[in-house]
């Protein structure tokens, strides 16, 4: 239950017994790249599975492992708001990149879901559970502040969340933070201008192969945070607010670097911050 009353659904389909949701849409994000990541909507139909902006869905491959078992289910983040993008609350939508890669042998490897997800078309049939999470879920007061750091789909749960705050006719202003290697990687960059365009919200971007930092390397999204620092602290200094981290974990290196020398300008020490906002659930970390 979240501090407004609203329940947060979980487990509501359970893996033992997934449900096979129909496929509705797959479309590319990234045309122009070499990489493959894909939009996909699914009918939740009949399921009774419902689920909240930063929660996951499990979904089970066909087939067997090594062992003979069958497939272990993975998990997604929510890429649509609560209601789904044709707000219905009929539909869930998932942000999924197409992983293939060369192992130390030198022997190409497929991601077994990924591949098997970017391959549907409309009309095939996804086994699906969840949902998953009750951590990594937009504050209980939606005029609460919120600073979101991003790389790749771990864009997912903030396009959810820029979403349902949209619905609302108040909210508090929103940072975010993306990054990605090239242009063509800028998943919903349309989408995402048009939802960050009220007084107080700042989208910012962190190209690494084809943008500069102060010092000439590759720009992180740590870096940004210095161009956005007198915006972050203003947000901060208001007392209430969140900030969220999803995307790869090398990511968080640089951001709490980032953090401890911003707060340092203003006499105040991020190691001894930190701990204080984990606890009260003003940094949540969803990386990997």
């Not at 017994?17 to 009918?43: F, K, M």
């Not at 939508?93 to 490897?109: A, D, F, M, P, Q």
Request: hydrophobic share 40%; proline share 5%; with cysteine.
């Amino acid at each position: 239950m979240t501090a407004t009353g609203i329940e947060i659904p979980l487990n509501l389909v359970k893996p033992s017994a997934p449900y096979e949701a129909t496929v509705i849409e797959n479309r590319c994000l990234t045309p122009g790249s070499s990489e493959d990541v894909r939009h996909i909507v699914l009918s939740l139909g009949e399921s009774g599975l419902r689920y909240l902006e930063g929660q996951s869905v499990g979904v089970i491959p066909p087939g067997l492992d090594e062992a003979g078992k069958p497939l272990r289910l993975r998990l997604y983040s929510v890429a649509s708001a609560r209601g789904g993008d044709d707000d219905t609350g009929t539909t869930v939508s998932l942000c999924v990149k197409r992983t293939i890669y060369e192992n130390e042998r030198g022997e190409i490897v497929r991601g077994v879901c990924s591949n098997y997800l970017n391959d549907r078309v409309a009309g095939d049939r996804v086994k699906i559970c969840g949902p998953i999470g009750k951590h990594f879920l937009l504050p209980p007061d939606p005029e609460q502040p919120i600073v979101m750091f991003a790389t790749g789909t771990g864009i997912a749960p903030f396009r959810a969340f820029l979403r349902q705050r949209s619905i609302l006719k108040h909210r508090g202003a929103a940072i975010l933070i993306f990054g990605v290697r090239t242009s063509n990687e800028l998943l919903y960059l349309e989408e995402l201008q048009a939802l960050l365009k009220e007084p107080g919200d700042r989208l910012a971007l962190a190209i690494s192969r084809e943008q500069k930092n102060a010092e000439g390397g590759r720009m992180y999204v740590g870096d940004r945070l210095h161009d956005l620092g007198d915006d972050v602290l203003r947000l901060l200094s208001g007392g209430a607010f969140t900030i969220y981290q999803c995307g790869l974990k090398g990511m968080e290196a640089g951001v709490e670097a980032a953090f401890s020398r911003l707060l340092s300008q203003e006499g105040l020490d991020f190691s001894a911050l930190k701990p204080e906002w984990v606890r009260a659930k003003r940094w949540l970390v969803d990386t990997y």
